[in-house]
């Protein structure tokens, strides 16, 4: 079994091979420092650079980058740090709906049974879906994968994600349109 040494070529760019241990050394602290201005706090600075490495050592293989690898990890430390500033948005928003539902459903049996209900639905809707769908729906809505990174996992191409992913919420349309009042009641009642 042949081992993956760090100092063996990863990275092609216009400029020739770059070998990991170089890239990383040569730009961490830069890229760290970069990061600590977009997160404003260092050790999930330093998280956010070590995830775009990490990327990188998985890819190392199949990446080229067409022009600069500095350009291309600035922008990838870019994004990594804008996806999770978006994902914490995400889950403080969750949160204070989840403060706001006790309180809105604490008298309210008949809500409770309704979402109940809705949920039984929910899940007999996603498991009337095609197989291939229905993995797919619950990779992008439950796991939060990009169509990209689900298309990586599953060896199928962004296009056929997205075309099941559209197949996906139609048919869940279809099969739940009855409950759309009972979820317009429930949301309006917070």
């Known amino acids: 079994m042949a081992t993956i040494e760090a100092r063996q070529p990863i990275v092609r760019t216009d400029f020739g091979l770059l070998r990991f241990e170089e890239v990383f050394k040569t ?3 830069a890229l760290h420092a970069y990061a600590y201005t977009l997160v404003r706090e ?7 650079v070590q995830q775009v490495f990490f990327k990188l050592w998985e ?14 990890l600035y922008r990838s430390v ?34 409770k049974i309704q979402l109940s209900e809705l949920q039984q ?3 007999k809707a ?10 797919i729906f619950q990779m992008s809505r439950y796991e939060e994968l ?8 599953l060896g199928l191409s962004v296009k056929t994600i997205e075309n099941q992913m559209g197949k996906a919420l139609r048919l869940l349309r ?11 009641l429930i949301l309006l009642n917070l």
């Open 27 to 29: 730009h961490f602290k």
């Open 59 to 72: 890819k190392r293989d199949t990446l080229k980058i067409e022009s600069s690898a500095t350009a291309y």
């Open 78 to 111: 870019y994004h990594e740090c804008l996806n999770y500033l978006k994902h914490q948005k995400v889950k403080a928003a969750y949160q204070q709906y989840a403060k706001a539902m006790p309180e809105a459903t604490a008298g309210g049996a008949a809500q």
């Open 146 to 153: 990009k169509y990209q990174e689900i298309a990586d996992r």
């Open 121 to 123: 639905h929910l899940n």
């Open 42 to 48: 260092d050790m999930l600075a330093e998280e956010m």
């Open 174 to 184: 279809e099969k739940l349109k009855d409950f759309l009042p009972v979820l317009l």
């Open 126 to 135: 996603l498991s009337e879906l095609p197989e291939q769908c229905r993995t």
